[in-house]
DNA sequence: TTGAAAGCGCTAACAA
DNA sequence: TTGTTAGCGCTTTCAA
């Protein structure tokens, strides 16, 4: 079996304690003349505490659990990674789980996160979460989408905001029948996105029917199929409004990589034909055929801000819930029909 | 403070020890009216067994680490996802950590795992883990790439042979001068690739020489550099073959993402004036412009297969290391200049 | 400044 | 079939 504190003491002939308390540099001051000792003895032996006996004795696990719908979305991939880095720089580990759209497996795994005494808990938008489950929580949680209910603290993005912001821009290239790709709008993030571009037309006089937007899975293939069913003439806006959208806004980047290419297959040119805008940010944007004009959201500085709040909370746990609330900043690439700024590559 | 075991013993007037037979079903039989009472006492308090306690008494963890370098690039994504699953499938949670190829931080993080006491480790390509800190591990590992040194079971994709073959369906269309963009070579599966795509051009008798190989980053903006520096009139296959490649093996999908748009920004067509080939088969690389021709490795069936070792090594330790190989299967695009078939989408 | 010892919640061997 | 109890490795109080 691996070597105990009991051996350290053993070998640097002092009591167990003392060892615990070189290890945490306290509660107790150790001579140096002894911790000089049992660091030899610590270094020698290769001790390394068992972090589950630690756990168990009351301190913490030093693990987060993260919930997010899937790993296949970039956005929630970058947000992971993220969110790994922000805890990682604090000394937590984070265990990942997901939740494909099932509701029965997403209590169970919050129910997991419970059971092995993570620190804390962070739940991304696309996670259901009835109240249930987490009523029972004794860890903080951290939800990373805007809630009505909420007596737990969130940070989001302000999704209605950015959304209209991006089809702001689109009317300001003279877009007036601009069709709506997004996800189930029972997900808070999806909805917000759906209201901002509803919003958005509406306040401006254009076109905001249903007979505009699509519903689509997040996925390059949701994108593809919705895109195919607006600009297609058998579609929808073709039977009310007479003609092709000009435009799409797409709620996502991954839908908009399908959209992009639903518009190659097509045989329209973006963004003579159709402009497509989106949101995300992610790092492919960067690189479609051509580039996306997209709302980007900082994962890096959302990771960041909720680390910081949940940190917070597990440091000096039962404060008052907040929301923060964050914004994008609009990437303009080449599919919204702004011309190259010149000497800008 | 949460209900404990003896909170339920004490309700259903039974011992501690009985209530631990009946959430175990054992090693000791209980008579059906006591354990009726005990789940009932159990559903009545809300119990949830302390994983923590469980763990320290000698039980399993339940818990598998993950180490991949990164998470942004699309295959550790659904490599990751596919982890996930096949372990979550048998009732493992994973502890993810990202190594961002900075040495020193994997074996911190590697070290760990090994503290929490997780029950096995898999450690993905890219992460290059010197043997010194994998020797102290108690644990089962699974290494997700081919090692020379290997005491440690691995499971890995056939890089070399895969390369190979995509690099053979370019040569069947009539390339000859095909350059070759690849992440660094020391990283073990790139190494292979490289070797792949030299071995099958020399064999052929081919140009095979460095002036051809670009090396870069795994990621967009890598494929996207190396892919000017090969096709750029100022590159080296220009001076030394006095004309640019007619095509390009790309050893992964996302630097494959950077050499299209690199292309775009050259005006050059794919595949017309340039066919591209690459590695990896993700989700994105069907919706790319064109959409890629790809050697798919199927990350759902490595993770199975990684589950299924790493499972019988957590449940029967000291069994002789094995070394599976899988190979991909070529997903034809429209990059490599093969005509669509009729009547296929 | 250091040692002894209680106890975190659980499992399983041993006793009844 | 059930109860009692030692002990996993650690932290921290209390006593010296």
Redesign the pocket.
């Not at 001790?47 to 068992?50: G, S």
């Given at each position: 079996?691996?070597v105990?504190?009991?051996d350290v003491?053993r070998a640097a002939?002092?009591?167990?304690?003392?060892?615990?308390?070189v290890?945490?540099n306290?509660?107790?001051?150790?001579?140096i003349?002894?911790?000089a000792r049992v660091l030899a003895a610590i270094d020698q032996l290769g001790?390394?505490?068992?972090a589950?006996?630690?756990a168990?004795?009351?301190?913490s696990t030093q693990t987060i659990g993260l919930l997010t719908p899937n790993r296949s979305n970039p956005f929630y991939g970058a947000l992971a990674e993220a969110v790994e880095r922000a805890f990682g720089d604090h000394g937590y580990l984070t265990l990942t789980a997901s939740t494909y759209g099932n509701r029965a497996g997403e209590e169970r795994l919050l129910q997991t996160f419970i059971d092995r005494k993570a620190d804390g808990l962070i739940i991304t938008s696309g996670v259901s979460l009835s109240g249930a489950p987490l009523s029972r929580v004794e860890q903080p949680v951290l939800v990373l989408e805007e809630r009505s209910d909420d007596r737990l603290s969130t940070v989001s993005m302000d999704d209605q905001l950015d959304a209209a912001r991006v089809v702001d821009h689109l009317q300001v290239h003279g877009h007036d029948l601009i069709g709506c790709v997004v996800g189930p709008p029972y997900v808070s993030s999806d909805g917000l996105r759906l209201a901002g571009w509803r919003e958005q037309q509406r306040r401006t006089g254009r076109p905001h029917g249903d007979g505009l937007v699509a519903l689509a899975e997040v996925s390059e293939e949701g994108g593809y199929q919705a895109t195919g069913l607006l600009l297609s003439e058998h579609g929808r806006p073709w039977a009310v409004y007479g003609r092709r959208p000009t435009a799409l806004f797409v709620a996502s980047d991954v839908q908009a990589f399908g959209a992009l290419h639903a518009c190659w297959e097509l045989g329209l040119r973006v963004p003579d034909d159709v402009a497509v805008v989106s949101m995300g940010g992610t790092r492919a944007a960067r690189y479609t055929i051509p580039p996306l004009t997209t709302m980007r959201q900082d994962v890096e500085y959302l990771a960041r801000a909720a680390a910081a709040r949940l940190l917070k909370d597990i440091r000096q746990p039962g404060s008052q819930a907040t929301h923060g609330r964050l914004t994008g900043n609009l990437v303009v690439g080449r599919t919204c029909g702004c011309r190259p700024v010149p000497g800008d590559s």
């Open positions: 079996m691996a105990t504190r009991s003491a002939g002092v009591s167990p304690a003392v060892v615990s308390y290890l945490n306290g509660p107790r001051p150790v001579s003349i002894t911790r001790y390394r505490p068992n589950i006996a630690s168990l004795r009351g301190g």
